[in-house]
């Protein structure tokens, strides 16, 4: 059974770019950022309500999003279910002659089991279906704290150039003798 609408997922060129205005400008929370080798790109999550937006970067030039990119521009990519049972969920879409992309389930970001339905039986949409592991919680938080170091770190590393840019700019003449020190 649907439970609710996980996320919608949107390719963009730059996650950066899009960051500035999906958080910047429209005000939604970012939650994590992961990178996904088996697919090639990088994801941020975006909260809204019980949903989130999902932004897609694809890394290199062979993924399937890297493809989408390139023939249909950025947009969006697919509508994602979450699920109580996907394996269930599988079954039912085989047994009404749904065409699927993933056969079984994958684990996809943050731990959770994912497949794919192809379009050909959705109208055109692009549709995954998730199911909760035990271990997304965990995964998630994992992730959160490591993007709160990293933040941290690149914050502290920001400081010391720029107090080292405002440093080189002093003079002599601005109350520092030649050796940096102070006069008296």
């Not at 965990?138 to 010391?160: Q, T």
Request: a negative charge.
């Amino acid at each position: 059974m649907i439970k609710k609408i996980s996320h919608i997922a949107i390719v963009v060129p730059e996650l950066d770019e899009a960051l500035s205005f999906w958080v910047e400008t429209l005000g939604l929370p970012l939650e994590y950022v992961e990178h996904v080798p088996d697919q090639d790109v990088d994801v941020a999550f975006l909260p809204s309500g019980d949903s989130e937006i999902e932004l897609l970067e694809p890394i290199g030039r062979d993924s399937g999003v890297a493809r989408f990119l390139e023939r249909r521009g950025p947009g969006i990519h697919h509508i994602c279910f979450e699920v109580d049972d996907i394996d269930q969920m599988l079954v039912r879409m085989r047994e009404a002659g749904v065409p699927l992309i993933d056969e079984t389930p994958t684990i996809g970001t943050g731990g959770k089991k994912i497949a794919f339905i192809h379009p050909k039986g959705t109208g055109g949409v692009l549709v995954e279906l998730y199911e909760i592991t035990a271990e997304e919680t965990a995964r998630r938080r994992e992730r959160l704290n490591d993007m709160r170091r990293r933040l941290l770190r690149r914050r502290r590393v920001y400081a010391a150039g720029i107090i080292g840019f405002f440093s080189g700019l002093r003079t002599p003449g601005d109350g520092q003798n030649e050796n940096g020190g102070h006069f008296s």
